[in-house]
């Protein structure tokens, strides 16, 4: 299959990496290095917390009827289960449903279309939604960019965000047997056709020129090819370049610099679990709880008689949380359920199983959940798009400029593109 001299190295062994090796392995030979001991990134199914079910720690579903990651889901022979339901806002207590879209929302995105150049979210509602009238549609459009692209709205291009707001879809999926089986599929397709993976494995030093790559381990290990892919989370490139605990040499500072014009969002993650779904009370279809609480958004999951609620806090403000231990954060989920339910915090405990904090800043090999755009961000990512001499090319979610944009679609996609333009020699 990949009997060629020609052998292709991919930092990083998330989906898009593993994509990418999939494709490269009818060809080549690949290698894959990965800093972490275990495959998949952000996406991590674990059954070993102490819940009576398997949980998603980091991705979970699937936005809509996306077409490379439900073509994986079939080949892999796997399931998936609809996540359906009302979206509803509490405030003080009051509980609405809501549809997915807030009430003005369809005028925003046309003014968010019509506008000629990009800018950050936040001066663009200041330009055509000062006044206090729109204090609601405000607040709505910060909590959407916050919560579901984990954006500043400072810094955040209006750009980026229309093209994943317009196309939301309001069906969304789980892999109902753990989305990491999905990652377990790839690998075993990588592995049919002779791919190397070395776990544990962090590369701190890029040598190349045309043709030709030495990437040297923190152990020392040293490992050649003609060719190299980086996909690895662009804050953790940000952070590495920042901190020189990367060098590359000759230094592409252009393309380096370019890393810097991604956004890049910061996210926590709870999963807790109750002996019963006392929430069924309030309403038996719920889909989402948007609310104005510290954890702000939740939604319930119920597999045979387990019962969960998930909690998921997005955005720059849970930087101020950085300090916080898991007892703390737990605290902070129990209180913010008491006052969503309207519920003594020791009822809410007395129903309360386990519960635990995924908090992916503190992982240093994803420093934060998923990309989303600046104003700079789309000539960044034409710059990192294309490759260097041949020779270095960069690839992952960050660097997918379409609808779908953070998802695990977007790091498939993307690393598929990567990988077929090696393979068609067109670099």
């Known amino acids: ?34 800093a972490a001991n275990r495959l998949g990134g952000r996406i991590f199914t674990t059954s070993e917390d102490g819940f009576t079910r398997p949980v998603e720690t980091g991705a979970e579903f699937i936005h809509g009827d996306l077409p490379l990651t439900f073509k994986l ?33 369809e005028q925003l995105l046309d003014k968010m279309k019509r506008e000629r150049r990009d800018m950050p979210l936040l001066k663009f509602l200041d330009k055509h939604y000062s006044g206090t009238q729109f204090s609601g549609l405000r607040q709505n459009a910060q909590a959407f960019a916050e919560g579901f692209n984990l954006a500043d709205i400072h810094i955040a291009g209006i750009k980026g965000l229309y093209r994943e707001w317009s196309v939301q879809q309001q069906v969304s999926y789980r892999i109902t047997e753990g989305y990491s089986r999905l990652i377990e599929h790839l690998e075993k397709e990588c592995r049919k056709n002779n791919v190397v993976f070395t776990h544990n494995c962090m590369i701190t030093h890029v040598e190349w020129k045309h043709g030709f790559v030495k990437l040297r381990s923190a152990e020392g290990k040293v490992f050649t090819g003609s060719k190299v892919i980086i996909t690895v989370p662009a804050s953790v490139l940000q952070r ?3 901190s020189n605990v990367i060098h590359f040499s000759p230094s592409p500072d252009e393309y380096l610099e370019a890393y810097r014009q991604i956004g890049y969002g910061p996210v926590i993650k709870l999963v807790l679990e109750f002996n019963e779904p ?40 849970v930087l101020s949380y950085r300090d916080y231990d898991e007892d703390s954060f737990l605290q902070v989920a129990l209180d913010s359920l008491s006052s969503i339910f309207q519920l003594p915090v020791e009822r809410i405990k007395d129903k309360w ?12 090999f994803a420093d934060g959940g998923y990309s989303y755009s600046l104003p700079e961000s789309d000539r960044a990512k034409k710059l990192l798009n294309t490759p260097i001499n041949d020779t270095i090319y960069f690839a992952g979610e960050a660097l997918y400029n379409g609808g779908a944009g953070g998802t695990v679609e977007a790091a498939l996609n993307n690393g598929r593109k990567v990988a ?7 670099g």
Not at 2 to 20: C, H, Q, R, V
């Open 1 to 34: 299959m990949n009997s060629g001299d020609e052998t292709i190295l991919i930092i990083g062994a998330g989906a898009s990496g593993l994509k990418a090796a999939k494709v490269l392995s009818k060809k080549f030979r690949v290698h894959v290095l990965e």
């Open 240 to 242: 590495m370049i920042g």
């Open 420 to 426: 077929r333009r090696i393979k068609k020699g067109q």
């Open 278 to 317: 006392f929430w069924n009370a309030y309403n038996e279809r719920i889909g989402y709880i948007i609310s104005e609480e510290p954890i702000p958004t939740w939604w319930p999951r119920t597999q045979g008689n387990a019962h969960f609620l998930v909690g998921w806090k997005g955005g720059p403000q």
């Open 353 to 364: 199983i386990n519960g635990k904090v995924y908090n992916w800043q503190k992982n240093e």
């Open 73 to 105: 889901v079939r080949k892999a022979g796997l399931t998936y289960e609809k996540h359906e339901g009302a979206f509803c806002r509490v405030r003080r207590g009051n509980w609405e449903n809501l549809d997915e879209s807030f009430e003005g929302w």
